[in-house]
């Protein structure tokens, strides 16, 4: 199974591609598509559309696994980030194919063992778990950002049910959290408490 990771910007997005083999994963690709950013707004949104558009009729992945939208401290970066997603996911679903998306601190911790990593440790981690592979030191933390969502679908996928059937891939606790909601306020109204 061919997972793309995608770690969503507006200027640059990561993409990561990783093969799993029952219980093996292994690298197949990573790079940013990185937009002009001479351009203005809207013509940047188309670019990364296109190039992933271009990327995937070129190299087809079974599964999409993108980092779900996070509140920041900077509301127009965030909406900045959502528009890019939205043209990404476009080009995503032109091609037919079924899209996981994981909150920031899932794909941590899915990585490191620990939500709260920063990107340096994700970086490591990812090179850890993919030794042998055609890791390159070079490589950005959008990049490094991008492997580790596919590496999360990957480990996600591999404890799937056994019927195939997939019941979502974030509860609300999750969800509370990548917008924002302090983690244990999010289990409290995850579990139905006041």
């Known amino acids: 199974?061919?997972?793309l990771g995608i770690d969503p910007g507006s200027v640059v997005t990561g993409i990561g591609v990783v093969v799993?083999?029952?219980r093996d994963v292994r690298l197949a690709?990573?790079?940013c598509l990185r937009a002009p950013v001479s351009e203005p707004f809207e013509k940047r949104l188309l670019y990364l559309h296109d190039a992933l558009d271009t990327y995937l009729k070129a190299?087809?992945?079974?599964e999409v696994s993108i980092e779900a939208p996070f509140y920041g401290a900077n509301v127009q970066t965030l909406m900045k980030m959502c528009h890019a997603r939205g043209c990404l996911l476009a080009a995503v679903a032109r091609h037919g194919i079924p899209v996981f998306e994981y909150a920031p601190r899932e794909i941590k911790k899915a990585v490191v063992g620990n939500g709260n990593a920063s990107k340096?440790?994700?970086a490591f981690m990812v090179k850890q778990a993919l030794r042998g592979g055609d890791f390159k030191e070079d490589w950005s933390l959008d990049v490094t950002d991008a492997?580790?969502?596919a590496l999360c679908r990957a480990h996600r996928a591999s404890f799937a049910p056994e019927d195939g059937k997939v019941t979502?891939?974030?509860?609300?606790?999750d969800r509370l959290v990548a917008a924002g909601a302090p983690p244990e306020a999010a289990r409290r109204v995850g579990r139905g408490v006041r």
């Open 120 to 122: 340096e440790q994700v």
């Open 147 to 149: 492997i580790a969502t």
């Open 59 to 62: 190299h087809p992945a079974d």
């Open 168 to 173: 979502g891939t974030m509860t609300l606790a």
């Open 1 to 3: 199974m061919t997972i």
């Open 20 to 22: 799993r083999s029952g």
């Open 29 to 31: 690709y990573g790079d």
